[in-house]
């Protein structure tokens, strides 16, 4: 579960020849040093691209340090995978897209080629043409025509149907999990042959296996869902299945990593990851997620498959993604007190007593650095990440959780104070957010990932919540889970365990961001009219507009205006905080009795549809500042040094200059799929 990318080079003729890395068409790049490091690479339409630094890497050993890039070298190999994903026309377009920009010789200062720039950066941050986050698909601001003219110049290739669709509305959302709608036909997500319906999708997996009783597979997870004379079957994403051809190089490098595995129990780990990615076989990813989060000795560690299930609408299907830790030693050791007191906190949480955990099983938590990132991880990231995600799994072998502390650490370094007192309420508020709410943050991402996810049990007999909850399964967990994280910000608990000096402003702080955000300065990142679709807004929506409208009698969350602008103020946090804990109570119950109505009405009746006026002005509001409301990273490059023999005798750090030269680098060094399947 989200909070809501790794190089590899030649450096001698002849070395790690199998990667297929292009030596001669290196990067350009600028090394910086600590001091006068520079977070921010660029900015274009609503994206705004930084750097991240990877502190710790020169004490790790030569070993370790090898491990560190044979892992990136694997999560690299599959990027053309997430792209696939996305949606079947991608690979084709985003090749015609990048032959145009490295063989353009016209005017390249014009106000169509520079609109069709800006055209590919946002394609290639979103790993196609469907916006990262919204999933409207990306509207170019040239013509067909102009497009036609670039093909024709540069002697480039692009289908009549793919060049068709980057201007009309066919396709027109990548994941579509509206009521009323079939949402497989509605999502453009190549997750579903094109005529495959929502109930072809239930109606196969009701009968499909989903393994011993009580440890059920995640099915469905490694596959596209297809028609084949007649027949649904499944295509399964594996070394000689789909995929197969960047499966391979997948396996080639973890290969390489288990050859300078940590310890025994880490080799065998990455052992069955191989399996896995070999056979397709869910019950060996179970084994494998099981060998994982039991492996937690060593300086290193990874996330690496098809995980997250949020761009498939019905809840079945895993994006391709990695990314790459190396241990914060200051950090883990700080926040290792709340895993050691996650039954405390699961104790007196305000759950029903038949729906608690009688014993939370090994959540372990640490503050990593990311090494590196791909596929559904990159360019846009998490800070925060819980696995595995299958909930047998989660109670009998527990979970692992990890906060991205050097991302988080970029994002700080790079943002201002502007937007916080625009829509601040008061200079209190200002203040608080100020001084504490870096920290609320960071606690608010533990809890969630520690504490939030792994709390709770499912009762017996009740499936899974992508059988039960179906379209509004990932909504509710991340509810649930930010709800945990804020009903225990405002406990006297986290300064007893020495995690903070004043509970009651930070938890303050914590809550007016978080109704700040889910009420107003979220709406930045949607067009007016739009209602909101994205999980992660929706549930921080659903959270704050029914903890408004219940706290509306006793005035606890107060709508002020004022010179013509909305602000909400909080004037009983304590009360916010019981409101908050009987909405926990409930979104726990709608999970541990599969009720689906109760989802539905949450979700639908609080956190999908906008005030079109309080819309309308946030945007107006924010129309002053010119930093972009979406950031992403582009990643360090990892760079081989050899001796006289070929031997790697250290890695290199060096980062990139620009986004696009990141890009064209892993598009000629990276690109293991064809462009048309």
């Not at 200002?430 to 939030?452: Q, R, W």
């Not at 995690?499 to 402003?505: F, G, I, R, S």
């Given at each position: 579960?989200?909070?809501?990318?790794?190089?590899?080079?030649?450096?001698?003729?002849?070395?790690?020849?199998?990667?297929?890395?292009?030596?001669?068409?290196?990067?350009?790049?600028?090394?910086?040093?600590?001091?006068?490091?520079?977070?921010?690479?660029?900015?274009?339409?609503?994206?705004?691209?930084?750097?991240?630094?990877?502190?710790?890497?020169?004490?790790?050993?030569?070993?370790?340090?090898?491990?560190?890039?044979?892992?990136?070298?694997?999560?690299?190999?599959?990027?053309?995978?997430?792209?696939?994903?996305?949606?079947?026309?991608?690979?084709?377009?985003?090749?015609?897209?990048?032959?145009?920009?490295?063989?353009?010789?016209?005017?390249?200062?014009?106000?169509?080629?520079?609109?069709?720039?800006?055209?590919?950066?946002?394609?290639?941050?979103?790993?196609?043409?469907?916006?990262?986050?919204?999933?409207?698909?990306?509207?170019?601001?040239?013509?067909?025509?102009?497009?036609?003219?670039?093909?024709?110049?540069?002697?480039?290739?692009?289908?009549?149907?793919?060049?068709?669709?980057?201007?009309?509305?066919?396709?027109?959302?990548?994941?579509?999990?509206?009521?009323?709608?079939?949402?497989?036909?509605?999502?453009?997500?190549?997750?579903?042959?094109?005529?495959?319906?929502?109930?072809?999708?239930?109606?196969?997996?009701?009968?499909?296996?989903?393994?011993?009783?009580?440890?059920?597979?995640?099915?469905?997870?490694?596959?596209?869902?297809?028609?084949?004379?007649?027949?649904?079957?499944?295509?399964?994403?594996?070394?000689?299945?789909?995929?197969?051809?960047?499966?391979?190089?997948?396996?080639?490098?973890?290969?390489?990593?288990?050859?300078?595995?940590?310890?025994?129990?880490?080799?065998?780990?990455?052992?069955?990851?191989?399996?896995?990615?070999?056979?397709?076989?869910?019950?060996?990813?179970?084994?494998?997620?099981?060998?994982?989060?039991?492996?937690?000795?060593?300086?290193?560690?990874?996330?690496?498959?098809f995980i997250e299930v949020y761009n498939d609408p019905k809840g079945y299907r895993g994006?391709?993604?990695?990314?790459?830790?190396?241990?914060?030693?200051?950090m883990s050791k700080k926040m290792k007190v709340l895993s050691d007191n996650a039954q405390?906190?699961?104790?007196?949480?305000?759950?029903?007593?038949?729906?608690?955990?009688?014993?939370?099983?090994?959540?372990?938590?640490?503050?990593?650095?990311?090494?590196?990132?791909?596929?559904?991880?990159?360019?846009?990231?998490?800070?925060?990440?819980?696995?595995?995600?299958?909930?047998?799994?989660?109670?009998?072998?527990?979970?692992?959780?990890?906060?991205?502390?050097?991302?988080?650490?970029?994002?700080?370094?790079?943002?201002?104070?502007?937007?916080?007192?625009?829509?601040?309420?008061?200079?209190?508020?200002?203040?608080?957010?100020?001084?504490?709410?870096?920290?609320?943050?960071?606690?608010?991402?533990?809890?969630?990932?520690?504490?939030?996810?792994?709390?709770?049990?499912?009762?017996?007999?009740?499936?899974?919540?992508?059988?039960?909850?179906?379209?509004?399964?990932?909504?509710?967990?991340?509810?649930?889970?930010?709800?945990?994280?804020?009903?225990?910000?405002?406990?006297?608990?986290?300064?007893?365990?020495?995690?903070?000096?004043?509970?009651?402003?930070?938890?303050?702080?914590?809550?007016?961001?978080?109704?700040?955000?889910?009420?107003?300065?979220?709406?930045?990142?949607?067009?007016?009219?739009?209602?909101?679709?994205?999980?992660?807004?929706?549930?921080?929506?659903?959270?704050?507009?029914?903890?408004?409208?219940?706290?509306?009698?006793?005035?606890?969350?107060?709508?002020?205006?004022?010179?013509?602008?909305?602000?909400?103020?909080?004037?009983?946090?304590?009360?916010?905080?019981?409101?908050?804990?009987?909405?926990?109570?409930?979104?726990?119950?709608?999970?541990?009795?599969?009720?689906?109505?109760?989802?539905?009405?949450?979700?639908?009746?609080?956190?999908?549809?906008?005030?079109?006026?309080?819309?309308?002005?946030?945007?107006?509001?924010?129309?002053?500042?010119?930093?972009?409301?979406?950031?992403?990273?582009?990643?360090?490059?990892?760079?081989?040094?050899?001796?006289?023999?070929?031997?790697?005798?250290?890695?290199?750090?060096?980062?990139?200059?620009?986004?696009?030269?990141?890009?064209?680098?892993?598009?000629?060094?990276?690109?293991?799929?064809?462009?048309?399947?």
């Amino acid at each position: 579960m989200k909070l809501k990318q790794m190089l590899c080079v030649f450096a001698a003729a002849g070395v790690l020849t199998s990667c297929g890395v292009d030596a001669k068409k290196e990067p350009k790049v600028a090394e910086k040093k600590a001091k006068e490091f520079e977070y921010v690479v660029e900015q274009f339409a609503d994206i705004k691209v930084l750097r991240y630094q990877i502190p710790g890497f020169d004490e790790l050993t030569l070993k370790e340090k090898k491990l560190v890039y044979y892992l990136t070298q694997a999560g690299l190999s599959g990027r053309d995978i997430m792209w696939d994903q996305n949606y079947r026309h991608n690979l084709e377009i985003r090749a015609a897209l990048e032959n145009i920009n490295n063989n353009f010789k016209g005017d390249k200062e014009s106000e169509d080629f520079k609109a069709f720039t800006t055209y590919l950066k946002r394609v290639w941050f979103s790993n196609g043409i469907h916006h990262h986050y919204s999933n409207d698909k990306l509207k170019p601001t040239f013509s067909k025509e102009y497009l036609e003219t670039l093909l024709k110049e540069t002697n480039t290739e692009l289908s009549t149907e793919a060049l068709e669709v980057i201007f009309n509305d066919k396709d027109a959302k990548k994941v579509n999990k509206k009521a009323g709608v079939d949402n497989v036909l509605a999502s453009a997500v190549n997750f579903y042959g094109a005529d495959i319906t929502s109930k072809d999708v239930e109606d196969f997996y009701a009968k499909a296996d989903k393994g011993p009783e009580g440890q059920p597979i995640e099915a469905g997870l490694n596959s596209k869902l297809v028609r084949e004379d007649g027949k649904l079957v499944e295509k399964v994403w594996k070394s000689g299945g789909m995929y197969g051809q960047a499966i391979d190089k997948i396996i080639y490098w973890l290969g390489k990593a288990k050859e300078v595995a940590e310890n025994e129990k880490q080799a065998k780990t990455l052992e069955l990851l191989i399996e896995y990615y070999k056979t397709g076989d869910l019950h060996t990813w179970d084994e494998y997620a099981i060998a994982w989060v039991e492996s937690t000795e060593g300086n290193i560690d990874w996330i690496n498959g098809f995980i997250e299930v949020y761009n498939d609408p019905k809840g079945y299907r895993g994006s391709y993604e990695t990314i790459v830790q190396i241990k914060d030693f200051d950090m883990s050791k700080k926040m290792k007190v709340l895993s050691d007191n996650a039954q405390w906190f699961e104790d007196n949480s305000p759950l029903d007593p038949t729906h608690k955990k009688k014993d939370v099983v090994g959540v372990s938590y640490k503050t990593v650095n990311v090494a590196g990132e791909a596929g559904d991880a990159s360019p846009s990231t998490p800070i925060g990440v819980n696995l595995p995600n299958n909930n047998w799994i989660r109670q009998q072998h527990g979970s692992k959780s990890v906060s991205l502390g050097n991302i988080i650490g970029s994002y700080n370094n790079a943002g201002g104070t502007g937007r916080l007192k625009e829509f601040a309420n008061d200079q209190e508020e200002i203040d608080l957010e100020i001084k504490y709410g870096k920290l609320a943050d960071k606690l608010h991402t533990a809890l969630h990932e520690v504490i939030g996810h792994a709390s709770g049990v499912i009762n017996d007999g009740i499936g899974q919540p992508k059988e039960t909850l179906k379209n509004y399964a990932s909504t509710m967990e991340e509810g649930r889970a930010d709800l945990v994280g804020l009903y225990y910000l405002m406990d006297p608990k986290l300064q007893e365990l020495g995690l903070v000096d004043d509970w009651q402003k930070v938890g303050k702080a914590a809550y007016d961001g978080y109704i700040r955000n889910g009420l107003m300065t979220q709406l930045i990142r949607i067009n007016l009219g739009d209602d909101i679709e994205e999980d992660h807004m929706v549930n921080r929506q659903w959270v704050s507009a029914w903890a408004f409208e219940q706290g509306a009698k006793d005035n606890v969350i107060e709508k002020v205006t004022r010179d013509g602008k909305t602000f909400y103020n909080i004037n009983d946090y304590e009360k916010l905080r019981e409101i908050f804990g009987r909405l926990l109570k409930e979104a726990q119950r709608i999970k541990s009795e599969g009720d689906f109505e109760a989802a539905k009405a949450l979700v639908e009746g609080y956190g999908v549809k906008v005030d079109q006026d309080i819309h309308k002005e946030v945007l107006d509001r924010n129309a002053q500042f010119t930093s972009a409301p979406y950031s992403g990273f582009v990643n360090p490059v990892l760079e081989p040094v050899t001796d006289a023999d070929g031997n790697i005798t250290n890695i290199k750090i060096i980062q990139p200059e620009t986004f696009e030269e990141q890009m064209n680098f892993y598009a000629k060094n990276y690109n293991f799929l064809p462009v048309k399947n």
